[in-house]
T-cell receptor, first 114, second 111 residues
Framework: ETGVTQSPTHLIKTRGQQVTLRCSSQ?????VSWYQQALGQGPQFIFQ???????GRGNFPPRFSGLQFPNYSSELNVNALELDDSALYLC?????????????FGSGTRLTVV | GEDVEQSLFLSVREGDSSVINCTYT??????LYWYKQEPGAGLQLLTY?????DMKQDQRLTVLLNKKDKHLSLRIADTQTGDSAIYFC???????????FGSGTKLNVKP
């Protein structure tokens, strides 16, 4: 059973650019959630995808968008990058209807915006 | 949204017990979790408790829940240097279907 894989592990972008982060879900999981963890903070919920549609969103602007594919993998896209977008982005996969202990987190993508 | 709060730092000596505290606000049926994060790594689930329980023990870890005060604690017995990390308390409920995390407690274990 494979876990959750995120790519890339690190990247550096310039303010104003766009970025795409990728997440492959664990085998048997059909839901993907994304979290942003700023330095020194706990993870904050961005959104969740189920059946290729957004299924809940946190307090993030529309320039944060996502996709889920038929194989349940997912992308997080951020447009018009700002310095405050620098953070660790965590993806978690789960099976719809399972409680939180059924979530598997990836190791994250560390995004630095300069 | 829900509010989960933790103290920021804890320093203990190797072999002592560590107690990390957390408060939360939701009063409905939820699950409460403890995650460990080592430098540069993702989140590792340590243990969890459902909100109708008082205590859960899992090897060196003991979780205590005071529902009246909405207070959760994680006790690590015989703390080792490998336990040095950031510990996050998190709340999850079916009615909101996402995690609310605290800001994390940095545990420093001195040899």
């Amino acid at each position: 059973e494979t876990g959750v894989t995120q790519s890339p592990t690190h990247l550096i972008k310039t303010r104003g650019q766009q970025v795409t982060l990728r997440c492959s879900s664990q085998s048997g999981h059909n839901t993907v959630s994304w979290y942003q963890q700023a330095l020194g903070q706990g993870p904050q919920f961005i959104f969740q995808y189920y059946r290729e549609e957004e299924n809940g969103r946190g307090n993030f602007p529309p320039r944060f968008s996502g996709l889920q594919f038929p194989n349940y993998s997912s992308e997080l896209n951020v447009n018009a990058l700002e310095l405050d977008d620098s953070a660790l982005y965590l993806c978690a996969s789960s099976r719809e209807g399972t409680p939180g202990d059924g979530y598997t987190f990836g190791s994250g993508t560390r995004l630095t915006v300069v | 949204g829900e509010d989960v709060e933790q103290s920021l730092f804890l320093s203990v000596r190797e072999g002592d017990s560590s107690v990390i505290n957390c408060t939360y606000t939701d009063s409905s049926s939820t699950y409460l979790y403890w995650y460990k994060q080592e430098p540069g790594a993702g989140l590792q689930l340590l243990t969890y408790i459902f909100s109708n329980m008082d205590m859960k023990q899992d090897q060196r870890l003991t979780v205590l829940l005071n529902k009246k005060d909405k207070h959760l604690s994680l006790r690590i017995a015989d703390t080792q240097t490998g336990d040095s990390a950031i510990y996050f308390c998190a709340e999850w409920g079916y009615n909101f279907n996402k995690f609310y995390f605290g800001s994390g407690t940095k545990l420093n274990v001195k040899p």
